[in-house]
């Protein structure tokens, strides 16, 4: 069973540009979280997808959004790069609710440098 | 709100020691835990997970941890260092209504000496 995947790998961009980053669930899940992972920060919450809705988002200006589609997949849009959005950027997929807990479950992630 | 504490950003071992990592959350609701391995250049991976039931919970690659309430802790542990377990380790909480976004510590890299 393939896992989650994320495209790019790799994205640069300059300031005051635009990224798109996208991700695909495991197939059956329905649920998707996006993170970053910026050096010395940690790891961030930035927003989560469930069937298509957009259920929480973390303490990020509204310049980060996303979308999930109709196939559960999402993309992460970033508006008017600035330098410190460089980071990895992971993104979770999770099946949907049930009895017990659904392990999110992480792709490799898409590392963006803005210069 | 939910917060975590990892001591510790480096932690050096030798090959053979004991590894402990030490993780403490803040939450105001029974918690969800989980500690996550990054490698380098590479996502998470789950390693283990205190849910509900045993407070002792072992993870695979030989790690295990306790959930201690009365200390809110999950410290991390593996009685012997093997040099593939150098890596980013995070520990990480969530509320119980299991779908909600993982909250991290800012994570702590094990280096394994020969």
């Known amino acids: 069973e393939a896992g989650v995947t994320q495209s790019p790998t790799h994205l640069i961009k300059t300031r005051g540009q635009q990224a798109t980053l996208r991700c695909s669930p495991i197939?059956?899940?329905?649920?998707v979280y996006w993170y970053q992972q910026a050096l010395g920060l940690g790891l961030q919450f930035l927003l989560w997808y469930d069937e298509g809705e957009e259920r929480n988002r973390g303490n990020f200006p509204p310049r980060f959004s996303g979308r999930q589609f109709p196939n559960y997949s999402s993309e992460l849009n970033v508006n008017a790069l600035e330098l410190e959005d460089s980071a990895l950027y992971l993104c979770?997929?999770?099946?949907?609710?049930?009895?017990?807990?659904?392990?999110?479950?992480f792709g490799p992630g898409t590392r963006l440098t803005v210069l | 709100a939910q917060s975590v504490t990892q001591l510790g950003s480096h932690v050096s071992v030798s090959e053979g020691a004991l590894v402990l990592l030490r993780c403490n959350y803040s939450?105001?609701?029974?918690?969800?835990l989980f500690w996550y391995v990054q490698y380098p250049n590479q996502g998470l991976q789950l390693l283990l997970k205190?849910?509900?039931?045993?407070?002792l919970v072992k993870g695979i690659n030989g790690f295990e941890a306790e959930f201690k309430k009365s200390e809110t802790s999950f410290h991390l542990t593996k009685p012997s260092a093997h040099m593939s377990d150098a890596a980013e380790y995070f520990c990480?909480?969530?509320?119980?209504?299991?779908?909600?976004?993982?909250?991290f510590g800012k994570g702590t890299r094990l280096s394994v000496i020969a």
């Open positions: 990480a909480v969530s509320r119980n209504s299991g779908n909600t976004p993982l909250v």
């Open positions: 205190y849910t509900t039931g045993a407070t």
């Open positions: 197939s059956g899940h329905t649920s």
């Open positions: 979770a997929t999770r099946d949907r609710p049930g009895l017990g807990y659904n392990e999110q479950f």
């Open positions: 939450s105001s609701v029974p918690p969800y």
